[in-house]
């Protein structure tokens, strides 16, 4: 299977508890993205890297939030002292920067995270 | 928060016969991309339209694109039980250069069989 991977696929915290999700994009892909989702909901933008490179957070990803992209393959992020509100699904997507115009995003299962 | 407004939110129909779901924006943008999302599951990518075309089409689908009211529209023709799933159309911006990807709030398609 070529596509974006993500582990764990669910994910199960008490409060307080740190937790780090995995994403592998396709290999050649040299852009991911971090999107979280919750329930009726549309994604919303995380975070963006290029290659090893964090170009860009948004104002939802708070201090208690990092995420790191090492040797600008695979990304993990991870969420410190973990509140309910954070409970959400979050999706990782990569796409190819190219000399076309267009940049299509292909998006992994997700990691659905419920803190208790 | 969210650019995009879909409407409806919520649509209901019978097996065979056609969906519409519609798309609004405020920026403007590069190209317009939909989405299908099954019910807890990732984004399956279905079709972009760019910012200098007005009409695509892909295999069931069709999607146009009015760039002077910052609109889009999906057309599903002879629906499947197996198109029932939530669309999200996305935009990217032009003047973003992430190239991030502006979702809407979706549209819920329910197809009976």
């Known amino acids: 299977d070529t596509g974006v991977s993500q582990n764990p696929r669910h994910k199960i915290t008490k409060r307080g508890q740190n937790v780090t999700f995995r994403c592998d994009p396709i290999?050649?892909?040299?852009?991911l993205y971090w999107y979280r989702q919750t329930l009726g909901q549309g994604p919303e933008f995380l975070t963006y890297f290029q290659n090893e490179a964090q170009l860009e957070k948004s104002r939802l990803l708070s201090d208690r939030f990092s995420a790191e992209r090492p040797k600008g393959s695979f990304s993990t992020l991870e969420i410190q002292r973990t509140e309910q509100g954070d409970s959400a699904m979050y999706l990782c997507a990569s796409s190819l920067k190219g000399v076309s115009s267009y940049n299509e995003q292909f998006f992994g299962p997700g990691t659905r995270l419920t803190v208790l | 928060s969210q650019q995009g407004e879909e409407d409806p939110q919520a649509l209901s129909i019978q097996e065979g016969e056609n969906a519409t779901m519609n798309c609004s924006y405020k920026?403007?943008?590069?190209?317009l991309q939909w989405y299908r999302q099954n019910s807890g599951r990732g984004l399956v990518h279905l079709i972009l339209?760019?910012?200098?075309?007005r009409e695509k089409h892909s295999g069931r689908l069709r999607v146009t694109l009015d760039t002077s009211k910052k609109s889009s529209s999906l057309l599903i023709t002879a629906s499947r039980a197996a198109d029932t799933a939530s669309y999200f159309c996305?935009?990217?911006?032009?003047?973003?250069?992430?190239?991030?990807?502006?979702f809407g709030s979706g549209t819920r398609l329910l197809v009976r069989p």
């Open positions: 996305a935009t990217e911006n032009r003047m973003d250069s992430s190239y991030k990807l502006i």
């Open positions: 290999s050649e892909h040299n852009r």
């Open positions: 339209i760019r910012s200098n075309e």
């Open positions: 920026t403007s943008i590069n190209n």
